[in-house]
T-cell receptor, first 116, second 110 residues
Framework: GAGVSQSPSNKVTEKGKDVELRCDPI?????LYWYRQRLGQGLEFLIY????????KSGLPSDRFSAERTGESVSTLTIQRTQQEDSAVYLC??????????????FGEGSWLTVV | QKEVEQNSGPLSVPEGAIASLNCTYS??????FFWYRQYSGKSPELIMF????GDKEDGRFTAQLNKASQYVSLLIRDSQPSDSATYLC??????????FGPGTRLSVLP
C-alpha cells in the first residue's frame, strides 16, 4: 500500500476484554515496529519485527501483550484482559532496512484505544 | 540501555525567529539520526535525517550532527506558528532499533 495502514482507528473496550490491533506496513518494508503513546507522553517502544521474527520484545509491558507478524506483511498486537492503563494510541511503523542512512520509519495513523 | 534525551520544553520563540532543538544520545554505535514532527493528536511525520557529521539543510530546516559529542540538533529558520508541535529525535544503529527521545514541545508565537 501507499502508507502504513492501521485498524481499527478507534476502539473503546470494557476492562477485562481482549483487543486485537492490526498493522499493514508499506509494501516491501521488512522491519515493523509497535509503539505506545499515552496522552501527552512520548513514544514507548513495544516490539520490533525483522521479517516475521521479533529480535526485540523488550518493550512489551506485561505478558498480557503479544504480537505476531505473518511473513513480511501484516502484524497484529493483542492485548489480553485490558486494563485502564492500557488506554493509549498504539502506533505502528515500518522501514526498509538498509545498511546505513535512510532507514526512515514511517508511521501509521495509530489505533486509539480507550478502556472503560 | 540506549537513551535519547531532549529538553521537554516548552520552547517558545517569536514568529520569524530561529528555533533550536537539541538531542543527545548514549549509544556510540548509532548511525542514523532523525527528526520527526508530531502535531497534537497526529502521528509523527519525518522532517529529515542525517548520518554524516556536519550540517544538512532542507528548506527552513537544518540538522546538525556531531558524533564525537553524541549530539544532534535541528534548527528551524523563520519559524512560523504552523511549526508549533512536538519534535522527536530518533536514533538508530543499522536500522535494527529505533530509539526516540521524549520530544521537545515548540510553540511559535505570532
Amino acid at each position: 500500500g501507499a502508507g502504513v495502514s492501521q485498524s481499527p482507528s478507534n476502539k473503546v473496550t470494557e476492562k477485562g476484554k481482549d483487543v486485537e490491533l492490526r498493522c499493514d506496513p508499506i509494501s516491501g518494508h521488512t522491519a515493523l515496529y509497535w509503539y505506545r503513546q499515552r496522552l501527552g507522553q512520548g513514544l514507548e517502544f513495544l516490539i520490533y519485527f525483522q521479517g516475521n521474527s521479533a529480535p526485540d520484545k523488550s518493550g512489551l509491558p506485561s505478558d498480557r501483550f503479544s504480537a505476531e507478524r505473518t511473513g513480511e506483511s501484516v502484524s497484529t498486537l493483542t492485548i489480553q484482559r485490558t486494563q485502564q492503563e492500557d488506554s493509549a494510541v498504539y502506533l505502528c511503523a515500518s522501514s526498509l532496512v538498509r545498511s546505513i542512512g535512510g532507514n526512515t520509519i514511517y508511521f501509521g495513523e495509530g489505533s486509539w484505544l480507550t478502556v472503560v | 540501555q540506549k537513551e535519547v534525551e531532549q529538553n521537554s520544553g516548552p520552547l517558545s520563540v517569536p514568529e520569524g525567529a530561529i528555533a533550536s532543538l537539541n538531542c543527545t544520545y548514549s549509544d556510540r554505535g548509532s548511525q542514523s539520526f532523525f527528526w520527526y514532527r508530531q502535531y497534537s493528536g497526529k502521528s509523527p511525520e519525518l522532517i529529515m535525517f542525517i548520518y554524516s557529521n556536519g550540517d544538512k539543510e532542507d528548506g527552513r530546516f537544518t540538522a546538525q550532527l556531531n558524533k564525537a559529542s553524541q549530539y544532534v540538533s535541528l534548527l528551524i529558520r523563520d519559524s512560523q506558528p504552523s511549526d508549533s508541535a512536538t519534535y522527536l529525535c530518533a536514533v538508530t544503529d543499522y536500522g535494527q532499533n529505533f530509539v526516540f527521545g521524549p520530544g521537545t514541545r515548540l510553540s511559535v508565537l505570532p
